[in-house]
Structures are given as C-alpha cells and as structure tokens.
C-alpha cells in the first residue's frame, strides 16, 4: 500500500505539491511589506504571466500550422460515480490539440485572474510569488508544449489521447494497476462497436 501511495503521488500535480516547501522557505527570507519588493514581485507575476499567454498563443500558430487532420478516437469525460463504457468521439488532432489548449489557457487564466483579484483586493502577496513559479511548470509539463515545442515524438506518455489527470484519484481512488496503450485502445474500440449496435452517433 506504501508503494501504491507514493506511486499515485507521481502525477504533474503531485509533483507540485514538492513545490511549496522550497517556496515557502524562501519566502520567508522575503520582506513583502517592503515596496521595492512589492515593485519586483507585480512585475515578474505580469511578466511571467505575459510570457506563458505569448507561448500558448504560439503553440496555436503551430497547431494551426500543423493542420493534422489525422483521426482519433476520444473517450469523453465521465462522473466519478458513472458504471458506463464512456462515449467515444471521433476528432482530428488538430481539434483535439486546440480543445486541450483552451483548456490549459482557461485553467492558467482563472489561477492568474484569481490570484490578481486576491492581491488587489486584500494585498496578498504569497499567491503571486508562487504563481511565478507553478504557472511556467504546469505549461512545461503539458503534452501540448513536449510536442509542439520539444518536438518530443506522440508516443508513450504524449500519445493521444492524454490520459485525464485528477490528482487525488490515484491517492484515493482505485489502486489497481493502470492501463496500457493497448489496453486502452481495445477498451475504446469495443465501446465504439457497443455505440455503433445501441445506435448512438459518433462524432
């Protein structure tokens, strides 16, 4: 079980998590009731922040540029609780890659809103030192930038379609050993014959 514990901690979002302790300590060492420091920290936040919007335009530009139009199957997203094969949807790449994109823009964008909201009306400081750092690793980490940028091959980890990320299921959920590609694709295509039969529509 300890194994299995620490093995579901290995996730983006568990990995952050050993992210705050360093943070913290260093910000200790930070004076933000001085005004230079408050100076400092607004602009590297709206620089950083700036600099990962610009990237994640220029990520469209590629995928645009790119224009695969490569077919692919996608379970949809099901509730926690849901006994049901997911309904697969059948999408282009380059649709798959601008969905998840917007995704990431949205998810980046509420953190930096929040956190601007946060500061402007009660003066927090903290929030804005740690999204100069979670930001720029949560953009590194997603398969959009490995590919697009890295130009790291769509195989293994970065083939489509990504596995959804929830952070505490692992922790929380079910333990059992995780799916292999192979795995999942037969999973998706029997689910696909199982739509076809019942006389749902595939996208």
């Known amino acids: 079980k300890g194994l299995r514990l620490l093995g579901g901690i290995d996730t983006m979002a568990g990995r952050s998590m050993f992210m705050v302790i360093p943070l913290i300590l260093i910000m200790r060492e930070i004076d933000f009731n001085d005004p230079y420091n408050q100076w400092l920290l607004q602009r590297a936040f709206v620089a950083v922040q700036a600099v990962l919007f610009l990237v994640m335009g220029y990520i469209w530009v590629l995928i645009r540029r790119a224009s695969d139009q490569t077919r692919i199957s996608v379970p949809q997203q099901q509730t926690l609780v849901s006994d049901e094969p997911p309904v697969i949807e ?82 929380l959920g079910d333990h059992s050993a995780p799916k292999s590609k192979k795995e999942q694709k037969r999973a998706q295509k029997a689910a696909l014959r199982k739509q076809k039969k019942g006389g749902t529509a595939v996208a």
């Open 90 to 171: 059948r999408t282009t790449i380059e649709e798959y890659d601008h969905g998840k994109l917007r995704q990431l823009v949205t998810k980046i964008g509420m953190g930096v809103a929040i956190t601007g909201f946060l500061y402007f009306k009660w003066s927090v400081n903290p929030p804005l030192f740690m999204q100069c750092f979670f930001n720029p690793v949560q953009l590194y980490n997603s398969p959009l930038f490995k590919i697009h940028l890295l130009n790291h091959e769509p195989k293994d980890d970065l083939e489509r379609p990504w596995k959804e990320e929830k952070p505490f299921e692992s922790l």
